[in-house]
């Protein structure tokens, strides 16, 4: 569960990392020089380290893998178009609030994956938590088409993550195939970072990129199919949304942001349903094995004693 969240962390390191930045480059172009570089990091480095490890990608895991890679092309693209139409703040309460349920949903029906009480309850937490930490602090319209493409990213969110449950079960090797996710994301995203290159290729653009594809890409997307080895996909899904909690922390301690009273409760709330999620689940105590007495006293039957005969003896010995 510990490297699920350490993905979260980084992944709610971008969108302040944006703001600082200040880049002039399209949302989309952005997304795609994201984990187009990030998918080339992360090839590198297995090639290197593990070479074989493309072997492992046979045919069979070749539908999960251009799931995954659609979804991760498809939830740029969308997420970053709910960004620019709604906001950041709506746009990442629904992405991240439909986020576990899809997920969820997604584990139910493709891996028939049971939802325990424990998931449900520590989900619905976590999900009112980050509708009051997005809250803005003024009116906002809510733009129709945003919040579909908001939808659409909590729904490819989901796909991802199952498809890469999958995988994991399949014993494909998982570092070579989320470079290729990331590869094939960032390769249908190509037109629009070609066309943001003379902004992506300033002073700022370059140390973002730098930021944003080895660290939030390579190696954020590397915690979270090494951590969801151990949890379910639903699981992995709740805790992702560690993701906008970081986000609000360094709103407040980099960008100088306010927390306001909405902000403070949805927090806590949210931290309350990461912490409900992440705890073990109780296993029942185990029957203690007898003593060696006992044992013998409880398994050996008793002696059955002879009953005694029906007709009475009279006098004289004659019945």
Known sequence: MLLV?????????VGPAQLLADVPAGPVALGGARILLGGVVLAVTVLVTAPGAYR??????????????????????????????TGAAVATAIAFGIAPVSTGVCERLVLGTPLTRRWIGGTAFAIAGCALVMTPAG???IDAYGAAFGALAGGCFGVYTVSAKRLIQGGVGMPAAVSVTLLAGGAVLAPWTLAG???LGTVRGLALIAWLGPVTAALAYWFFVAGLRRVTAATAGTLSLAEPLVATVLAVSVLGERMS???????????GGLVIVSLPSRRPPAAKAPSRGQRGFETRPKARRPRPATATTRPGGRP
């Not at 969240?5 to 390191?13: D, E, K, R, S």
Request: aromatic content about 8%; proline content about 9%.
């Open 139 to 141: 009116p906002v319209r």
């Open 56 to 85: 492992t990608l046979s045919r069979t895991s070749w539908p999960p893998l251009l799931a995954a890679s659609a979804a991760t092309a498809t939830f740029q693209a969308a997420f970053m178009t709910s960004v620019a139409r």
């Open 197 to 199: 290159l003379p902004a």
């Open 5 to 13: 969240l350490m993905a979260g962390i980084l992944w709610g390191t």
């Open 261 to 271: 009273t909405p902000v403070t409760a949805g927090s806590v709330l949210l931290l």
